[in-house]
T-cell receptor
Framework: AQTVTQSQPEMSVQEAETVTLSCTYD???????LFWYKQPPSRQMILVIR??????QNATENRFSVNFQKAAKSFSLKISDSQLGDTAMYFC??????????FGGGTRLMVKP | GAVVSQHPSWVICKSGTSVKIECRSL??????MFWYRQFPKQSLMLMAT?????????EQGVEKDKFLINHASLTLSTLTVTSAHPEDSSFYIC???????????????FGAGSRLTVL
């Protein structure tokens, strides 16, 4: 079984600043995917970024990037130039070869003007 | 892109009644659909996995007779909360896994969720 841990229940950042959300996971599988999802107040789950475990290069999507440390089983999300619209719950998720998603407990991010 | 429609978005019902929630993949065929439950300020908890044409696989602790899941076609899965009680009040989210787009990418897309309030 997989476990995903997000150690920061809440975080805040000033608009235009950079913030990093932490995520660690535990698995015995070698083939898997990692994701960060955003859940705004509307509660719609929105995919922010994904990382294939076999890729060494860290994924990047505009202002969002990850620091994937496979040996340490760490998968942090960096948000640059934070915007008010980034305020949301962020969930780290692990997807195994059977396509099952396991979510972390979430981090509530507040971007302050 | 891949779109999943979930309906209704909010339902209020009396205790003892049954409620059906639909999850439809609009522009792709979903070989597998997942149902999650989310309590306020908590994470998503997987309830069950359903594959088209076969019985759903329920996670430990989820009552099969309480939460009936049907996946009769490649575009539709339903979750029926039977004899609902106030403790069943929650936010239910579906996600669909399938092949979408000209490149045939394997996508996992979430519905917008359904808020169930049982009085």
């Amino acid at each position: 079984a997989q476990t995903v841990t997000q150690s920061q229940p809440e975080m805040s950042v000033q608009e235009a600043e950079t913030v990093t959300l932490s995520c660690t996971y535990d698995t015995s599988e070698s083939n898997y995917y990692l994701f960060w999802y955003k859940q705004p107040p509307s509660r719609q789950m929105i995919l922010v970024i994904r990382q294939e475990a076999y890729k060494q290069q860290n994924a990047t999507e505009n202002r969002f990037s990850v620091n994937f440390q496979k040996a340490a089983k760490s998968f942090s999300l960096k948000i640059s130039d934070s915007q008010l619209g980034d305020t949301a719950m962020y969930f780290c998720a692990f997807r195994n070869a059977g396509n099952m998603l396991t979510f972390g407990g979430g981090t509530r991010l507040m971007v302050k003007p | 892109g891949a779109v999943v429609s979930q309906h209704p978005s909010w339902v209020i019902c009396k205790s003892g009644t049954s409620v059906k929630i639909e999850c439809r993949s609009l522009d792709f065929q979903a070989t597998t659909m997942f149902w999650y439950r989310q309590f306020p300020k908590q994470s998503l908890m997987l309830m069950a996995t359903s594959n088209e044409g076969s019985k759903a696989t329920y996670e430990q602790g989820v009552e099969k007779d309480k939460f009936l899941i049907n996946h009769a076609s490649l575009t539709l899965s339903t979750l029926t909360v039977t004899s609902a009680h106030p403790e069943d009040s929650s936010f239910y989210i579906c996600s669909a896994l399938g092949w979408s787009g000209p490149s045939g990418a394997n996508v996992l897309t979430f519905g917008a969720g359904s808020r169930l309030t049982v009085l």
